[in-house]
């Protein structure tokens, strides 16, 4: 079997091919280009730099699992040397680790890079700090908003101990553990951190938006561990999903919701469909004035979802309204404070969202529509979810239910979706459910799969702009 060199130089992200049979350049070059979708047209790209020859260490496993099946062989020399300065942390006694969560940051010190996928509500900030911990070594944590900036400097000095350090809302202040966020980094540049860091840790790193974000960060990042935690990683690397994998590498452990639900960790969802009485609209061409007519401003639909969240708030759930749009969250808390019901609206524009929270939390506020939650925020109180935005991303649909599923001493957490019947809102709406059924496994309400016939295997389906050769 012939073998392809490469080697990963110190304070380096790419693997650099030292020496190859010719055809094993055109190979790799093949497997790491991709299609860019631009609506109308398409672009290949490519992560593979054929004058550097050289590609991102992240996709080495997927480079050696390609070349192995064209009969070559990948041998790696790693030249990096791990960086940073001894992490002086204690770990809290107060907080045991659960199964599922040691075996994820066994896999994580095994493997030095990687993705964990771990479910909304599974502890992924637990798991993250348990890695940084058992490293012992400073830690570079990547976040994409103040709300999760803050978060995690909440948690880091609960859990460890030690004050975290800010990168980002207008802080440069660097510590042991800092966290910073995406944003600010690319803005100042890496280079103006001042302390070294040997662990870098991406939050959220599903966020296929932003993949040309991560991927420039993690190409100027070069510390040998690195780690991304998702609860909703990609399930098939399409278009430039690649790039996330190139900066952190692919995913090493993967938990279901349905198993952590099985074992009591996360609370049973119950799912109910929201029927309104729908009207005829006249036909627009632009979706904003679609949506809005549709969606937004729509008197019978909004009067459903008001008639469902005072039902389950005066059954005692915590609701959280899921919008799209600012105008739409407003207008649903007045209808909302006009049934009497102790309600506010939640976006990033909000000034005083902290105290909203702790209000929320406390139960002085039952009702809380939102823009903001749909990633990262801890909300444990939230016991129902309705899906008053509609769309289709699978993704946003996780990440916002997901705010609800936590253990509520043996109860269920309620999400509900509204029905449109327009057809591409119904359309929207099947996305969603399947979205629900593929996450949820058997907890899935097989009622609704009879009465919508959601077909699971549509989703499997190669979508346009996967790699070539995958």
Not at 356 to 377: A, R
Request: charged fraction near 30%.
């Amino acid at each position: 079997m012939k073998t392809v060199s490469v080697k990963i130089p110190d304070k380096s992200a790419k693997a650099i091919i030292v020496n190859a049979p010719p055809k094993a350049y055109f190979l790799i070059e093949n497997l790491l280009t991709y299609k860019r979708d631009f609506g109308k047209w398409e672009k290949s790209e490519s992560i593979y730099d054929p004058y550097e020859r050289s590609f991102p260490i992240g996709v080495i496993p997927r480079v050696r699992e390609y070349l192995k099946s064209k009969g070559l062989r990948l041998r790696v020399k790693d030249e990096r040397k791990v960086y940073g300065i001894p992490l002086e942390a204690q770990w809290s006694e107060e907080i045991k680790l659960r199964p599922y969560q040691k075996r994820g940051v066994e896999k994580a010190l095994k493997a030095g890079m990687g993705v964990l996928a771990l479910p909304v509500g599974s502890g992924k900030t637990i798991v993250g700090l348990r890695i940084i911990y058992e490293l012992g070594v400073s830690a570079l944590i990547i976040v994409h908003t103040k709300e999760l900036l803050y978060q995690w400097a909440t948690q880091i000095e609960r859990v460890l101990g030690v004050k975290a350090g800010l990168v980002g809302d207008n802080n440069w202040i660097e510590r042991p553990i800092t966290v910073a966020m995406i944003q600010t980094l690319l803005s100042r540049g890496v280079d103006k951190l001042e302390l070294p860091y040997g662990v870098v840790m991406f939050d959220e790193c599903h966020r296929t938006s932003a993949a040309q974000k991560f991927f420039e960060l993690g190409m100027r990042l070069t510390q040998k561990y690195r780690f991304g935690l998702s609860a909703t990683p990609w399930r098939r690397v399409k278009g430039e999903e690649v790039k996330i994998e190139g900066a952190i590498g692919p995913v090493i452990y993967e938990i279901k919701a349905d198993t952590l639900i099985r074992e009591g960790f996360l609370a049973k969802p119950r799912f109910k469909v929201l029927r309104y009485e729908s009207e005829k609209v006249p036909f627009s061409e632009r979706y904003k004035e679609f949506y809005e007519e549709m969606v937004m401003n729509h008197k019978e639909r909004n009067k459903a979802i008001i008639e469902e969240a005072v039902n389950l708030a005066k059954k005692g759930h915590r609701v959280l309204i899921d919008v799209k749009r600012i105008e739409h969250g407003e207008n649903l808390v007045k209808m909302l404070k006009e049934k009497e019901i102790n309600a506010e609206f939640l976006s990033s524009q909000t000034v005083d969202r902290w105290d909203i929270l702790e209000k929320f939390k406390s139960g002085e506020i039952n009702v809380l529509t939102s823009t903001l939650l749909k990633e990262g925020v801890d909300i444990p109180e939230i016991s129902a979810i309705i899906l008053a935005g509609g769309g289709k991303s699978d993704i946003m649909t996780i990440q916002t239910i997901g705010r609800a599923l936590r253990p509520k001493n043996g109860g269920s957490a309620v999400i509900v979706d509204v029905l449109d019947n327009d057809p591409l809102l119904f359309t929207h709406f099947i996305e969603r459910q399947k979205a629900l059924m593929s996450y949820y496994g058997k907890y899935y309400d097989k009622a609704l799969v009879k009465e919508f016939g959601i077909d699971e295997s549509s989703k499997k389906k190669k979508p346009k702009g996967h790699l070539t050769n995958l």
